[in-house]
C-alpha cells in the first residue's frame, strides 16, 4: 500500500520525504493489524527466529567477548589511580548492562540481519515472487513481514542477554589474569549495583531494537524497485537507516530512564 502524492507540494525532495514518512507509517499500521489475525505462521516464525539467532551468533560471540576484555583493560588504570580496582567488575557490568550489550547487538544484527532481509525481500519483490503469493491466495505481508518482524524482536533482546554475559565473562577472563579471583566473587561483585530499572531498560532497549530492525528491513525490501540494482540499494539502506534509529531510539530511551532514575 504505497502513497503517493499527484503534483509538486513543496518541492520534489521534500514531498517525496513526505510520502515515505506516510507509507512507512501505514507499513507499520498495517503490520500491528496482521500480527494480531489468523493465520499466524508458527513454523515460519520460529524458522526465522533459529535463522536470526543463527546468522549473528558467531559474531555476537566474538564481539561480545572483545567488548568485555577491551573496557576491562581500558578501565582498570583509572581505577588503579584511585586504589578502586574492587569497583572494576560492577564498573564493567553496568557499563555493559545499561548501554554496551544492546548497543553492540543491534548494530551488528543491523549489518548481519538486517542487511539480509532487505536483499531477500527485495530480491523476491523485483522476481515478482511477492505477486506470484498473492496470486496463490497467500497474503505475503503476513507471511514474510510480519514473521521477520516478530522474530527480530523475539531473537534480538535473546542475543543481547547472550552477549552481555560473553562480555562479563571477558572481563572475567581479564581480571582472573590480573587479581586471581573467582567467577562466582566476580559476578556477585558485578550485579551488586543492577537494579530492576537497569535491567527494564535493557530488555525496552533490545525489544525496541529488534523491532526497528525487523520493520525497516522489511519495508525497504518490500518496496525495492529497479531491479537488482533496487535490492542492493534497498540492503544499503536498511543497515543505514536502522543504525542511525538505534541511535536515536538509545538517547531517547536512556534520556526516559535517568528522569526516573534520577528525578
Request: proline share 2%.
Amino acid at each position: 500500500m504505497r502513497f503517493a502524492s499527484k503534483g509538486v507540494l513543496f518541492s520534489k525532495k521534500i514531498d517525496e520525504f513526505l510520502c515515505d514518512c506516510s507509507n512507512a507509517f501505514l507499513f507499520v499500521v498495517r503490520f500491528f493489524k496482521e500480527a494480531f489475525t489468523k493465520p499466524f505462521h508458527l513454523n515460519e516464525l520460529i524458522n526465522q527466529c533459529f535463522d536470526v539467532g543463527l546468522k549473528s551468533l558467531l559474531l555476537i560471540s566474538i564481539t561480545g567477548f572483545i567488548v568485555g576484555v577491551v573496557f576491562t583493560e581500558q578501565s582498570r588504570p583509572g581505577l588503579v589511580d584511585f586504589g578502586a580496582t574492587s569497583w572494576l567488575p560492577s564498573l564493567v557490568c553496568l557499563a555493559i548492562v545499561r548501554a554496551l550489550g544492546p548497543l553492540v547487538t543491534a548494530l551488528i544484527c543491523a549489518g548481519k540481519v538486517g542487511s539480509g532481509i532487505g536483499a531477500e525481500l527485495g530480491s523476491m519483490q523485483v522476481t515478482e515472487q511477492i505477486d506470484a503469493m498473492e496470486v496463490s491466495a497467500i497474503n505475503p505481508f503476513k507471511y514474510l513481514v510480519v514473521t521477520r518482524v516478530m522474530a527480530t524482536t523475539i531473537a534480538i533482546p535473546v542475543l543481547a542477554i547472550y552477549c552481555s554475559f560473553i562480555g562479563l565473562y571477558g572481563s572475567y577472563l581479564n581480571v582472573h589474569e590480573q587479581e586471581s579471583s573467582s567467577l562466582i566473587s566476580f559476578y556477585q561483585n558485578a550485579f551488586s549495583y543492577i537494579s530492576f530499572l537497569d535491567l527494564f531498560a535493557f530488555m525496552l532497549k533490545s525489544v525496541t531494537y529488534g523491532f526497528t530492525i525487523g520493520m525497516v528491513s522489511c519495508y525497504m525490501g518490500y518496496h525495492a524497485t529497479q531491479g537488482t540494482r533496487g535490492v542492493g540499494r534497498a540492503a544499503n539502506q536498511a543497515v543505514v537507516l536502522t543504525i542511525f534509529l538505534v541511535f536515536i531510539e538509545e538517547f531517547i530511551i536512556v534520556t526516559g530512564i535517568n528522569f526516573f532514575r534520577y528525578g
